[in-house]
């Protein structure tokens, strides 16, 4: 598909930067990770064995796995061939395999293809199975590299003094590099929680018990067998369950990648006002204009584009996670459509996760305009200045300080200077006290 005509920008406009998502999340590697579901299944039951499979020779087996592992966009156009007559995904590649079992010789053992299941034990592992290895493969390392690049960039500006503002005021001086350590922080913290969150499998047949199962081999654990199934695959099986997974588990893992957007969200703005307030500036980029009608603009696009992706992409997190544990009765088929954009926030999180890479690689210390800013606001010295004088007793040290710097006028060093000189201290405290400056006034 030419990507001019492509309805999202997911595969249109920034196609290139979310390329890698189509082994997990397109309609072809949703039919791949069913069929390896299948052949996985059957393999499992051949290693039980069933007794109608106890023949089935073992050396077979990489050739049934070559069915996933060398999976074409031919054999996913097959099998859309055959759901135009079956009208049911799931069947469709049911029926795929068993002419593919045909080729292979093994048509005497192909109605163990998707024994006693039901189409969602086959659903609820195939998405959350590719989910699992888009993020292990794609999205942690991206993120990964960005959370490197902020370390590098907190380690290179540690010792660079810098106005601090809350609510958007003055206040006590911190250091850039202390500021950036604090998102580095915070987004290790939410890594470590999302690789934590167990990726849920179901496998239960028709409405969760297993019924197809026991009725034909009621000799064997089967709930056993389920759980030593899906723990193959890497998952952790939901049991009990209806005839889907209650998705609660899954509803955690968006949950826990919203919160690191919400982090990313929360940089992108601090970098968007650090630039406004021209503690940094962008490098240039040859040929790129800022404004189609300002030839002075160099905007931050980056981290506009990012807060824009970022917060769409938690539009649907929140939605998933809030829509699919929510079924009628044993199921209703709205989980399957919606669990169809899964790829879609991962893809959005993707591109702003690259764009704030690209946003921050671009940013230049404007280290003058810093220090200018705390030269202009000396009256932020006060609470270190008070904090002294409380220790050494002296009356109502805030209070001084309060009046001296509320009074409408600019607290300059000279300010300060003089109101030190007035107290009636020692004359090492003094000395302590001029020691203080903006400059220095910013913690360990």
């Known amino acids: 598909m030419d990507p001019l005509m492509a309805i999202s920008p997911v595969d249109g406009r920034y196609a290139g930067k979310t390329a890698e998502l189509a082994a997990f999340f397109s309609e072809y590697a949703l039919m ?44 996913a156009a097959r099998i859309k061939e055959i759901e135009k007559r079956t009208n049911h995904d799931v ?6 395999l068993k002419e593919r079992f045909a080729a292979l010789g093994l048509d005497l053992y192909s109605e163990f293809i998707h024994f006693g299941l039901t189409s969602q034990d086959i659903n609820n592992t195939a998405t959350p199975l590719s989910l699992k290895e888009a993020l ?4 942690l ?15 290179l500006w540690a010792d660079v003094p810098m106005l601090a503002h809350t609510h958007g005021q ?39 018990n297993l019924n197809a199962h026991f009725v034909a081999y009621p000799d064997i654990d089967w709930n056993a067998f389920a759980e030593s199934f899906v723990a193959s695959l890497g998952l952790k099986r939901s049991w009990p369950t209806t005839h889907i997974d209650h998705y609660d588990n899954l509803s955690a893992i968006f949950d826990a990648l919203r919160r690191i957007n919400t982090v990313l969200v929360d940089l992108s703005r601090d970098c968007w006002m650090y630039i406004s ?20 603009k160099i905007n931050p696009i980056d981290f506009e584009n990012a807060e824009g992706n970022l917060t769409y992409a938690n539009a649907i997190y929140d939605y998933l996670s809030e829509k699919l544990p929510v079924s009628r009765l044993q199921r209703d088929l ?11 926030p991962i893809a959005h999180s993707l591109i702003a996760i690259r764009s704030l890479e690209k946003g921050i690689g671009k940013l230049i210390l404007n280290e003058d305009r810093v220090a200018q800013d705390l030269e202009r606001n000396w009256a932020v010295v006060a609470e270190g200045i008070q904090t002294v004088l409380r220790r050494e007793g002296f009356p109502k040290p805030y209070e001084a300080l309060k009046a001296l710097t509320r009074t409408g006028e600019h607290i300059t060093k000279e300010t300060i200077s003089r109101f ?17 400056t903006p400059h220095t006034y910013t913690g360990r």
């Open 32 to 75: 791949r990770y069913r069929v390896l579901v299948e052949v996985e299944y059957f393999i499992a039951l051949c290693e039980k064995p069933l007794p109608q499979l106890s023949e089935i020779d073992p050396a077979v087996f990489p050739q049934l796995r070559a069915l996933y592992g060398d999976f074409t966009t031919e054999d």
């Open 91 to 96: 069947k469709a590649v049911e029926y795929f």
């Open 136 to 139: 292990a493969e794609v999205y």
């Open 141 to 155: 390392p991206a993120l990964r590299e960005l959370v490197g690049l902020l370390s590098e960039r907190a380690a």
């Open 170 to 208: 003055p206040a006590s001086p911190t250091r850039l590099g202390k500021e950036l350590d604090v998102f580095v922080v915070r987004l290790k913290e939410q890594l470590r929680q999302l690789e934590e969150r167990p990726y849920p499998g179901k496998f239960g047949g028709a409405t969760g």
């Open 277 to 296: 307030m021209e503690y940094f500036t962008q490098q240039l980029v040859a040929g790129e204009v800022g404004s189609s009608t300002m030839p002075h």
């Open 334 to 344: 709205t989980d399957s459509t919606v669990s169809r954009n899964i790829g879609v």
């Open 420 to 436: 030190i000189d007035s107290l009636d201290i020692d004359d090492d405290v003094k000395a302590e006290l001029h020691a203080i």
